[in-house]
């Protein structure tokens, strides 16, 4: 008898401590939920960058809190020429349109060049690599079409209250944008203004 | 056993010593790292395939030419007198009204930037057509657009920033032609009749320029002139037959450029003046070392050049590309039975007159050009500068007048630039300030980088798909 009832106390100890798991975790997800519903409001905003008002002065890389910077190369696939002497990916006068390191513009290798066919060439920004200091836009916006633009990406930017980078931007191209819309991407159909800021990835 | 804390403490460094030490001798810290060496890009060799090309192969007859008492012409790349100046007596207009310059007519043309000759009455232009996939001469009337014949052959040439991009060079019996893949092709003026053809490519080994070459013929006298910048240098060729006259080796090893030839005249001597890739040359254009090379340069040394070099009297020549070039001015000095040069001055183009595309324009003693996008703070800008100091800029066209990349010609006092998009500008080309006369956007264009050519007082000018003929006489 005095088994049972010690069994029973410790069944009902087991089950209050789950009832009370789950009703912790269902707080905390209410409260992430919200908090996430709250961050991701409509009328909340994220720091972004115009592409058009960018001069690629550098700022970018050596500015952000972030190391290496939160702002970085995006490429307007639809704007791009797919030369083989790419104003972006090599230095002016190169020995060689080539891979090799010292014909390439960018000093951390961050863009990589594609055979597509002859004559085209596909260029592409991996992330991890690139810092954001805008040489090779500097280099695609004087020699060819500016496919090749800087932007704010969000899942490595914290959004600071005050943006460090803004201010410092010569040309004053950084302003808020609304969270649900963060990215000013050029390309044949930011001329569609309902269309002008939406994700890379999008 | 008791167990000594110092030996347990000495046990589980020598552990974690240990564990570091196997850490670090396997663990590779730059094995996520890329060696960056040519080749990683997988570029490939060209087609396999050797294309057959049969240059003047077809012919289409549309039609006669209507009646007109057009009597002017446009004969080439730079007009008459290699100066981008319209030498006959034109009446043009100072300024335009609301409806002015009226759009005669328009063509559709292949996507490109080939620009046109005019011979009495006639327009011709080395057009591509995208849909046959062929090199064609089209010939039209002046008077209306329409087209009267079509001299082509089939090639396979990608979109790659246009096609087309040559001017052709046109005499009273003979039209010259030079296609975006190096093919020069002979034709009667005025029935179309093919006579003779050379694939650069073939013959000379031409490594075809970047975005295709934007080379045109030049014929001086009964010769054509020609630079392959493959096993030769430069050749002539009878205009007649298309026998060579004189084959130029290629020692400097030079690769064609976008330019043209310029002839140049000095110390009694005459001479054609090429800025290849690689650097600049003279040949000599009479005597007995006719089709020798007279002087060269390596200073001038970049992969892609596009304007044509600018000869002065003096024996200077100012020098200018794109992609970060800038300008040069260099002076081909005579000494004794040769030529030294000099380079009088080099510079980056925020540092003074550069030009990406067109050739600047040398007028009544003054230079004109419009600076590249990397040209600093004066950015498609107009400007004015002295030859005896091309880095000192006399005047900009201002903030508010920037261009592009698109052509410009003097005529009858006035300057006309026309900007990427299809805006026409006339100024008064004065050496103390800009004057601008009027300003019109006359199409949705794009891309109107083609060289303008003006007869008749008729203004002929493209975009990439589209040539309008304007009326801008008074």
Redesign the interface.
Known sequence: MKKDKQQNSRTSRREFIQKSMRLSMGIGLAAVGGLVAFRVHADDTVWQLDPFKCVACGRCADYCVMTPSAVKCVHAFDLC?Y???C?GYLK???N?R????EN?LCPT?AIR???VE????EYEIEEKLCIGCGICVEGC???GNGSLHLQVRHNVCVNCNECSIARVCPADAFQRVPTSQPYLIKGEWTKDQDKKKQSPTG | MKKNPVHIILLLAILVGLAGFVYWFTTDPVKDL???????????K??LIEEIIKIGEKFQLFGKASESSFVGTWPRFRGENFDNIVSEKQHLKDNWDAGEPEIKWSVELGEGHAGAAIYKGLVYVMDYDEESREDALRCFSLLDGKEIWRRSYGIHV?R??GMSRTVPAVTDDYVVTIGPRCQVMCVDRKTGDYLWGIDMVKEYGSVIP??YTAQCPLIDGNKVILAPAGSKLMIAVDLQTGEKIWECPNDLQYNMSHSSIMPMTLNGEKMYVYSANGGICGISASGDDEGTVRWYSNEWR???VAPSPLIFPDGRIFLTA????GGMMIKVIPTGDSYQVDVLAEYKPKDGLACEQQTPVYYNGFVYGIL???GGAYRNQLVCVSPDDVQKIRWTSGKVSRFGLGPYLIADGKMYILSDDGTLTMIKPDPNQYIQLAHKKLFDGHDAWAPLSISDGLLLLRDSKTMFCLDISE
């Open positions: 020429g030369c083989d002497l104003g002016p006068n190169a060689a080539s891979t090799a390191a390439q290798s060049r594609k055979f002859e004559p085209y060439f916006t004087a020699f | 890329a060696v960056s060496v040519p080749g990683k890009d997988n570029r490939q060209g087609n990608k790659n920033h970047q975005w970049f992969s892609v794109g992609y970060g070039a590249p996008k990397d």
